[in-house]
């Protein structure tokens, strides 16, 4: 919804600005990256495919010159950073928790005031999507400069804004900002939840395999026991005679 009430503004506003929207390009050279990984395991590929995709991203990064610093929500990311020598910005735990809801908003605050002030050139969400059994659902969003919605028709008639029309279009991008934000932590929690649900159940299906085998194996053994011990009875019953 407030994609579509940016989008019908910016139809009516020809050259628009905001500093939100403004890019600034490579001045700094460093660019906020926020991870969102599980506090638990036992759910796949789930954190596996993320890292190695963050790992790429930090690699290139530094390869041109660029500081990254990484947000990270969940403990798995927490230690995968600690193994790889990488010091965390910020670190959040307990996903799913109610008080997780203040740490976002403290977050997202967090980000919009340090690229306002020109503290970094951009900010990105790195975070699996919840697709299923998609061979490579992790992706990297940006979050700052926020997009503005692609625009290709025009109307002639303009809106009266109250307040301002100034007003009205800051609230617009700091509401779609945290909008895409929650909807990125929101989206990981699910597909931390499908990952950890398709696993168990490959696990399960493993499980029965291997006691179908070895109930196999079993009845084998013990058929050749009883065979074994009727071949001594019919021989002794012989020798007997």
């Given at each position: 919804?407030?994609?579509?009430?940016?989008?019908?503004?910016?139809?009516?506003?020809d050259?628009?600005?905001?500093?939100?929207?403004?890019?600034?390009?490579d001045?700094?050279?460093i660019?906020?990256?926020?991870?969102?990984?599980?506090?638990?395991?036992?759910?796949?590929?789930?954190n596996?495919?993320?890292?190695?995709?963050?790992?790429?991203?930090?690699?290139?990064?530094?390869?041109e010159?660029?500081?990254?610093n990484?947000h990270?929500f969940?403990?798995?990311?927490?230690g995968?950073?600690k193994?790889?020598?990488?010091?965390?910005?910020?670190?959040?735990?307990?996903?799913?928790?109610?008080?997780?809801?203040?740490?976002i908003?403290?977050?997202?605050?967090?980000?919009?005031?340090?690229?306002?002030?020109?503290?970094?050139?951009?900010?990105?969400l790195?975070y699996?999507q919840?697709?299923?059994?998609?061979?490579?659902?992790?992706?990297?969003?940006?979050l700052?400069?926020?997009?503005?919605?692609?625009?290709?028709?025009?109307?002639?008639i303009?809106?009266?804004y109250?307040?301002?029309?100034?007003?009205v279009?800051?609230?617009?991008?700091?509401?779609?900002?945290s909008?895409?934000?929650?909807?990125?932590?929101?989206?990981?929690?699910?597909?931390?939840?499908?990952s950890?649900?398709?696993?168990?159940?490959?696990?399960?299906?493993?499980?029965?395999?291997?006691?179908?085998?070895?109930?196999?194996q079993?009845?084998?053994?013990?058929?050749?026991?009883?065979t074994?011990?009727?071949?001594?009875?019919v021989?002794?019953?012989?020798?007997?005679?």
């Open positions: 919804e407030c994609t579509r009430i940016l989008s019908e503004i910016i139809k009516r506003n050259g628009l600005t905001h500093p939100l929207i403004a890019e600034h390009g001045t700094k050279k660019v906020e990256l926020v991870i969102f990984s599980s506090d638990k395991g036992l759910c796949g590929t789930f596996e495919n993320l890292f190695k995709k963050v790992a790429s991203f930090i690699s290139s990064k530094k390869a010159g660029v500081s990254v990484c990270v969940g403990k798995k990311g927490k995968y950073l193994r790889q020598g990488l010091l965390a910005a910020k670190e959040f735990t307990g996903i799913g928790k109610p008080e997780m809801d203040a740490l908003a403290d977050e997202i605050a967090s980000l919009v005031g340090k690229y306002s002030s020109g503290e970094c050139d951009q900010a990105l790195a699996n919840f697709k299923g059994a998609s061979a490579d659902p992790v992706i990297f969003k940006r700052l400069p926020a997009t503005p919605p692609d625009v290709k028709k025009r109307y002639g303009d809106y009266i109250e307040p301002t029309k100034e007003e279009v800051d609230l617009v991008i700091n509401e779609t900002i909008s895409s934000f929650r909807l990125a932590y929101l989206e990981s929690a699910a597909a931390e939840l499908l950890r649900m398709v696993a168990m159940e490959k696990a399960t299906k493993n499980a029965g395999d291997l006691i179908g085998l070895l109930t196999m079993y009845n084998k053994a013990r058929q050749a026991a009883i074994r011990e009727l071949v001594d009875i021989g002794g019953a012989e020798a007997l005679k």
